[in-house]
């Protein structure tokens, strides 16, 4: 079987690996496997070269297309023939950097040993000093994931799920606080003191829907990692049932509901939201409706805010202003105190979204763009 054909499934086996918020489909542009457009925070669209090294694994996961159970082909790249066939792409300027997961081929260190490898030949024997984007498998040793750390630009492991119950409806060959929650804190730990890439970060992922976790669950336990821990963010992967898997028959979640979930988590993460500041139904899940800053916002009792003496912590709960329009509102009054909704507008701010919860020297506002 020739490298091309490989990737093709590889890079397939990869669909529940997210790079990105809200677009993990195969690039239109190019009739070649594995490359993926990753989509931010800012909205850039930046093309990765998104694979697995093999799609062999130990574990049961039952929503997976790899788990053990499953009858299909069973294949691998070799460390050097993945990174020639990675540099093959980016040397012709179709990606930008790679992002490299891997099934759990019979033993954790062995299968991390060989996306090491894999990075330590594109670093060391072709120099290339570009994007790399590394899974750590759960369960791998503190040593594997130091020097994995040492050779990417970002790692991550998937924690899969909130709560031990909830990996145990996916899987039996996990444990969640040895495996995964163990191998988290570790990352953290090493965390910035890699003299190669200092500025390296990590994120995790859980996949939505495939188990009976609520949304408020699933917050909880992001709000306990990112106190605890220097988490950039979590990608959540939205369950869809994949054919002769244990999940087959299993209804799939909706992208309404992980858009929503990542309005929330932002909140938390970026905000710095408590979790007793959202809101959610009787079910424990957040509207698929309404926007969950302004739910928020309409259960505080510290609106209206004066717009020109109101701390950050409060302008950034205004539904309607974000963190850098609220930096530039303090910046500003400094300097001269705001006068009315129209000035901040041209900051960037929402104002028909936060005109009903602010007030400029003592007074309610309404758009002026008409007068």
Not at 24 to 31: D, I, L, W
Not at 35 to 60: E, M, R, S
Not at 156 to 174: D, R, Y
Not at 301 to 309: G, M, Y
């Amino acid at each position: 079987m020739t490298t091309l054909e490989k990737m093709k499934i590889l890079t397939d086996s990869a669909q529940y690996d997210l790079c990105d918020y809200v677009n993990h489909n195969k690039s239109s542009q190019v009739n070649l496997p594995g490359i993926y457009h990753a989509t931010g925070h800012n909205g850039c669209q930046i093309p990765l070269f998104k694979t697995l090294l093999t799609n062999k694994c130990k574990n049961d996961c039952k929503y997976c297309i790899n788990q053990s159970k499953r009858n299909f082909q069973r294949l691998e790249l070799a460390p050097e023939e993945l990174a020639k066939a990675f540099l093959t792409y980016y040397n012709r300027g179709l990606v930008n950097g790679l992002f490299l997961s891997s099934g759990v081929d019979r033993d954790e260190d062995i299968t991390m040993e060989k996306t090491i490898e894999t990075i330590r030949i594109l670093r060391k024997v072709y120099g290339y000093d570009d994007y790399i984007h590394l899974k750590i498998v759960p369960g791998a040793s503190k040593d594997s994931i130091k020097r994995a750390m040492a050779l990417a630009n970002r790692v991550s492991i998937n924690i899969e799920a909130a709560t031990p119950s909830g990996l145990a409806e996916l899987s039996s060959t996990k444990d969640y606080n040895k495996d995964i929650l163990k191998r988290l804190s570790w990352i953290d730990s090493l965390h910035g003191k890699s003299t190669t890439y200092p500025n390296s970060t990590h994120t995790t992922q859980l996949i939505v829907g495939a188990n009976t976790e609520s949304d408020r669950e699933i917050l909880h336990r992001m709000e306990k990692i990112y106190n605890k821990t220097k988490l950039k963010r979590t990608y959540f992967s939205a369950f869809s049932p994949i054919e002769e898997t244990d999940f087959e028959n299993k209804s799939p979640c909706t992208t309404e509901r992980t858009a929503k979930l990542y309005n929330a988590d932002s909140l938390l993460n970026d905000y710095h939201f408590k979790l007793n500041e959202l809101v959610f139904d009787e079910n424990n899940q957040l509207s698929l409706t309404q926007d969950p800053k302004i739910l928020a916002a309409e259960n505080m009792d510290i609106f209206p805010v004066e717009i020109n003496s109101a701390p950050f912590i409060e302008l950034i709960r205004v539904p309607g202003i974000g963190i850098k329009s609220a930096r530039k509102i303090i910046s500003i009054r400094k300097k001269m105190p705001f006068k009315n909704i129209n000035e901040l507008k041209k900051l960037g701010v929402v104002t028909d979204r936060a005109e009903k919860y602010i007030k400029i020297d003592g007074a309610y506002q309404s758009l002026l763009e008409n007068f």
